[in-house]
């Protein structure tokens, strides 16, 4: 069949659609209903099915007879290790742990907090809460303590885990002290935290609080896998909302088993026993997703990479690590490359490396820019192979996998350069405009998704279905918004253009700029501020900062901007690249009293831009110019 009879079966009867994919996975119940509406009148999928997320992911393949095949690879670079699973040797570990888990109290619904580095024993973690039941939140190593403690009070953890350290290029950075830190903010600090040990630093333990990692393993016995129903929840994800405060994303177990599964034949026309990699970090969606769940389940073996596109050791990392594991499908951010092609620009350490293993490499997490697309499609090219297609997709924390994509595993399509392609079967993708009509081909308007959501999408957020009910339903009735802007072409291709919200895309981490403002307008010196996203090469959007100063208050440009950096830093973390600040006279706003954001967004790139008729004094705009010029702010910046 072909995509388009495809995608139009899976819109027009969506139940025998997913019924038929539903078949694919081992369920210890067959669902009952395919497609239902909980009490809360959201829609559920696989309703009174059964299964177990780990059990899908290692014993399904023991039980087939390829229990020696390679599950997982970790490499680390910034280590200098390597060592290599078997899906029985991973199956073992996992189960393994969940006994330790099991014997500090861990039960079907608790949840536990995973603050780790990539190394197996995060991966083993996740595998080990999805197989008791217990629902895990995995929260990036580079988050503040501040950060942390957020999320810890939300989800209200009963465990913690986490390792003595971890490593950034070549600088160890103590995890401990973060942790500890976090837990005399919380409000609901867990009963126990579970520490992994590594060489490069040991951390102190508190008595009656803190467990050696190995020592729990120790007096474990293994755990077989629970029975749960499918819209149990696997993990809690937390995304960053426009208020500041994280959105918890729920997946559950059913819906997530079945779509991730059918995208690793659909979107990356993978098969069992082939290599996936997902450059990416656990902390993360896509780690979540494809360095996790979906190659597992799917019987591929994944890799697990500790290390950077570059400086770890050169910017031909990536290049040796998909030689020495003949990797077969490659997906990162363009940012990553954009790291490497900065450092390499003529890709003169691929030529080291053997990469025919390639059939494919995926990007996503932020819009591929043309001149990056351009820059890879000369890079993989080579006259003794056939062309390696680079593909850009498009999808969210919220989906959990591809909402546009060329559909490499269904029927490859013509690629439009900065368009992620049509939307994946399952995804009524329209462009609404502001009444909520349909914008005519190449209309720029918001992105939205008719209901129902496609499996694996989230039910609702974490204690939040009214959150959830505004954050994403309310805005067009009978809608998903995904708070993307973008146009559809007149061949039906999607074009995402950006954000509508005060959600910035720093290297395909999304990190709220209303967070960052909340933070800045602490400082005893600010009246007001606006903190914006601009275009950054390197990392696609980095977020500035503008403060107007409270009457009287005496402070140099730099001195400001030394301490907003620092607040952010220390509340944020370094993940956020706020480097930039300046101090103004005023901030641009309309008569109501709105902050322009997107105007002085505008201002860092456009040498002209149209003044919004709204503005109360269109000279502001060449003030704020002024000290962008002064501050190497945008297209202003010297280096």
Same mark, same amino acid.
């Given at each position: 069949?072909?995509?388009?009879?495809?995608?139009?079966?899976?819109?027009?009867?969506?139940?025998?659609?997913?019924?038929?994919?539903?078949?694919?996975?081992?369920?210890?119940?067959?669902?009952?209903?395919?497609?239902?509406?909980?009490?809360?009148?959201?829609?559920?999928?696989?309703?009174?099915?059964?299964? *177990?997320?780990?059990?899908?992911?290692?014993?399904?393949?023991?039980?087939?007879?390829?229990?020696?095949?390679?599950?997982?690879?970790?490499?680390?670079?910034?280590? *200098?290790?390597?060592?290599?699973?078997?899906?029985?040797?991973?199956?073992?570990?996992?189960?393994?742990?969940?006994?330790?888990?099991?014997?500090?109290?861990?039960?079907?619904?608790?949840?536990?907090?995973?603050?780790?580095?990539?190394?197996?024993?995060?991966?083993?973690?996740?595998?080990?809460?999805?197989?008791?039941?217990?629902?895990?939140?995995?929260?990036?190593?580079?988050?503040?303590?501040?950060?942390?403690?957020?999320?810890?009070?939300?989800?209200?953890?009963?465990?913690?885990?986490?390792?003595?350290?971890?490593?950034?290029?070549?600088?160890?950075?103590?995890?401990?002290?973060?942790?500890?830190?976090?837990?005399?903010?919380?409000?609901?600090?867990?009963?126990?935290?579970? $520490?992994?040990?590594?060489?490069?630093?040991?951390?102190?333990?508190?008595?009656?609080?803190?467990?050696?990692?190995?020592?729990?393993?120790?007096?474990?016995?293994?755990?077989?896998?629970?029975?749960?129903?499918?819209?149990?929840?696997?993990?809690?994800?937390?995304?960053?909302?426009?208020?500041?405060?994280?959105?918890?994303?729920?997946?559950?177990?059913?819906?997530?088993?079945?779509?991730?599964?059918?995208?690793?034949?659909?979107?990356?026309?993978?098969?069992?026993?082939?290599?996936?990699?997902?450059?990416?970090?656990?902390?993360?969606?896509?780690?979540?997703?494809?360095?996790?769940?979906?190659?597992?389940?799917?019987?591929?073996?994944?890799?697990?990479?500790?290390?950077?596109?570059?400086?770890?050791?050169?910017?031909?990392?990536?290049?040796?690590?998909?030689?020495?594991?003949?990797?077969?499908?490659?997906?990162?951010?363009?940012?990553?490359?954009?790291?490497?092609?900065?450092?390499?620009?003529?890709?003169?350490?691929?030529?080291?490396?053997?990469?025919?293993?390639?059939?494919?490499?995926?990007?996503?997490?932020?819009?591929?820019?043309?001149?990056?697309?351009?820059?890879?499609?000369?890079?993989l090219s080579d006259a003794s192979r056939p062309e390696v297609p680079v593909i850009d997709h498009w999808w969210q924390?919220?989906?959990?996998?591809?909402?546009?994509?060329?559909?490499?595993?269904?029927?490859?399509?013509?690629?439009?350069?900065?368009?992620?392609?049509?939307?994946?079967?399952?995804?009524?993708?329209?462009?609404?405009?502001?009444?909520?009509?349909?914008?005519?081909?190449?209309?720029?308007?918001?992105?939205?998704?008719?209901?129902?959501?496609?499996?694996?999408?989230?039910?609702?957020?974490?204690?939040?279905?009214?959150?959830?009910?505004?954050?994403?339903?309310?805005?067009?009735?009978?809608?998903?918004?995904?708070?993307?802007?973008?146009?559809?072409?007149?061949?039906?291709?999607?074009?995402?253009?950006?954000?509508?919200?005060?959600?910035?895309?720093?290297?395909?981490?999304?990190?709220?700029?209303?967070?960052?403002?909340?933070?800045?307008?602490?400082?005893?010196?600010?009246?007001?501020?606006?903190?914006?996203?601009?275009?950054?090469?390197?990392?696609?959007?980095?977020?500035?900062?503008?403060?107007?100063?409270?009457?009287?208050?005496?402070?140099?440009?730099?001195?400001?901007?030394?301490?907003?950096?620092? $607040?952010?830093?220390?509340?944020?973390?370094?993940?956020?690249?706020?480097?930039?600040?300046?101090?103004?006279?005023?901030?641009?706003?309309?008569?109501?009293?709105?902050?322009?954001?997107?105007?002085?967004?505008?201002?860092?790139?456009?040498?002209?831009?149209?003044?919004?008729?709204?503005?109360?004094?269109?000279? $502001?705009?060449?003030?704020?110019?002024?000290?962008?010029?002064?501050?190497?702010?945008?297209?202003?910046?010297?280096?």
């Amino acid at each position: 069949m072909s995509y388009l009879n495809i995608y139009q079966k899976s819109l027009e009867q969506p139940e025998i659609f997913w019924r038929e994919q539903a078949e694919k996975i081992k369920w210890y119940e067959f669902p009952e209903k395919i497609l239902s509406q909980d009490e809360q009148g959201f829609y559920r999928w696989f309703s009174g099915g059964k299964l *177990n997320t780990s059990y899908l992911a290692l014993d399904v393949h023991i039980e087939e007879g390829r229990g020696a095949q390679l599950a997982m690879i970790y490499d680390s670079p910034s280590t *200098n290790s390597l060592e290599k699973y078997t899906f029985l040797e991973l199956r073992d570990e996992v189960a393994k742990f969940a006994g330790g888990l099991k014997n500090l109290g861990v039960e079907k619904g608790d949840r536990v907090i995973i603050y780790m580095p990539m190394v197996p024993e995060a991966v083993i973690a996740m595998l080990a809460c999805a197989r008791l039941g217990a629902v895990h939140s995995v929260v990036f190593g580079g988050f503040a303590p501040n950060e942390l403690a957020v999320r810890i009070d939300d989800a209200k953890p009963k465990v913690l885990l986490t390792a003595s350290c971890g490593i950034e290029f070549t600088r160890v950075i103590e995890y401990k002290p973060l942790v500890d830190h976090a837990l005399e903010m919380a409000k609901f600090p867990p009963q126990n935290t579970v $520490i992994l040990q590594r060489p490069q630093i040991l951390a102190k333990m508190k008595s009656g609080q803190d467990h050696d990692w190995k020592e729990l393993l120790k007096i474990a016995d293994p755990a077989e896998p629970v029975n749960l129903y499918s819209t149990d929840p696997l993990y809690i994800l937390y995304t960053s909302g426009t208020t500041g405060l994280p959105k918890g994303v729920v997946r559950d177990n059913g819906g997530h088993a079945v779509a991730l599964k059918y995208s690793m034949k659909a979107v990356y026309n993978t098969d069992p026993g082939d290599v996936f990699w997902a450059g990416s970090d656990i902390g993360w969606v896509v780690g979540h997703s494809y360095i996790v769940y979906a190659p597992l389940i799917h019987g591929c073996t994944t890799i697990l990479y500790e290390g950077k596109p570059v400086r770890t050791p050169d910017a031909g990392a990536f290049w040796r690590i998909i030689a020495e594991h003949k990797v077969n499908t490659f997906f990162t951010a363009p940012t990553a490359f954009r790291a490497v092609k900065k450092e390499d620009p003529e890709a003169k350490l691929k030529k080291k490396y053997d990469i025919s293993s390639l059939q494919t490499l995926f990007l996503a997490g932020e819009r591929l820019d043309p001149p990056t697309y351009e820059w890879l499609k000369e890079t993989l090219s080579d006259a003794s192979r056939p062309e390696v297609p680079v593909i850009d997709h498009w999808w969210q924390t919220e989906t959990g996998w591809a909402i546009c994509s060329n559909p490499m595993g269904i029927e490859p399509q013509l690629v439009k350069n900065g368009s992620p392609t049509f939307p994946m079967p399952g995804y009524n993708v329209q462009v609404l405009d502001e009444k909520g009509e349909k914008c005519k081909p190449g209309e720029t308007g918001n992105i939205a998704i008719h209901l129902p959501l496609p499996p694996s999408c989230l039910p609702t957020l974490w204690n939040g279905d009214e959150r959830f009910r505004e954050s994403y339903l309310s805005q067009y009735p009978g809608y998903y918004f995904t708070g993307d802007e973008g146009i559809k072409d007149e061949d039906g291709y999607i074009f995402v253009m950006g954000r509508v919200d005060d959600v910035i895309n720093v290297a395909g981490h999304r990190l709220s700029t209303g967070e960052m403002e909340e933070l800045i307008a602490g400082h005893p010196a600010v009246a007001e501020c606006a903190v914006t996203g601009i275009d950054d090469e390197l990392r696609g959007q980095v977020p500035v900062g503008f403060v107007v100063l409270k009457d009287g208050t005496q402070i140099s440009q730099d001195r400001m901007q030394k301490e907003l950096v620092e $607040i952010i830093r220390n509340n944020i973390g370094a993940v956020a690249c706020f480097k930039r600040a300046g101090i103004v006279k005023r901030l641009p706003k309309t008569r109501s009293g709105k902050i322009l954001r997107k105007t002085i967004r505008k201002l860092a790139s456009e040498s002209e831009i149209v003044v919004p008729p709204t503005i109360d004094d269109p000279l $502001i705009l060449e003030e704020i110019r002024e000290i962008m010029k002064e501050r190497g702010i945008g297209q202003y910046a010297t280096s």
